[in-house]
Nanobody
Framework: QVQLVESGGGLVQPGGSLRLSCAAS????????MEWYRQVPGKQREIVAR???????NYSGSVKGRFTISKDIGKNTLYLQMNSLKHGDTAAYCC?????????WGQGTPVTVSS
């Protein structure tokens, strides 16, 4: 079992930056890929970024060039650096960890981009 806890969300002005963290615990050795998702009430959940166990990354077109996913293996923590934030980035962000047999999800952290 893998447990995930996000932090770092909050209120930021357009053009600003935030860094989200996702602390993993439990059977972290079994994790293959980790991802950041976001969801706005009434809309479908959207994948934002993915990082594989080897470090390769993928981003959705809406955040590519502005967001960076990374991980610190020593700290068992996944990060999402978000720069040049826009109103459309407002959402609840959550992280996910996929193992060979299951997926774990965090509880989410809210991000509000507003002036």
């Amino acid at each position: 079992q893998v447990q995930l806890v996000e932090s770092g969300g909050g209120l930021v002005q357009p053009g600003g930056s935030l860094r989200l963290s996702c602390a993993a615990s439990g059977s972290i050795f079994s994790i293959n890929t980790m991802e950041w998702y976001r969801q706005v009430p009434g809309k479908q959940r959207e994948i934002v970024a993915r990082i594989a166990s080897g470090g390769s990354t993928n981003y959705s077109g809406s955040v590519k060039g502005r967001f960076t996913i990374s991980k610190d293996i020593g700290k068992n923590t996944l990060y999402l650096q978000m720069n040049s934030l826009k109103h459309g980035d407002t959402a609840a962000y959550c992280c996910s960890a996929a193992t060979i047999s299951s997926s774990a999800w965090g509880q989410g952290t809210p991000v509000t981009v507003s002036s």
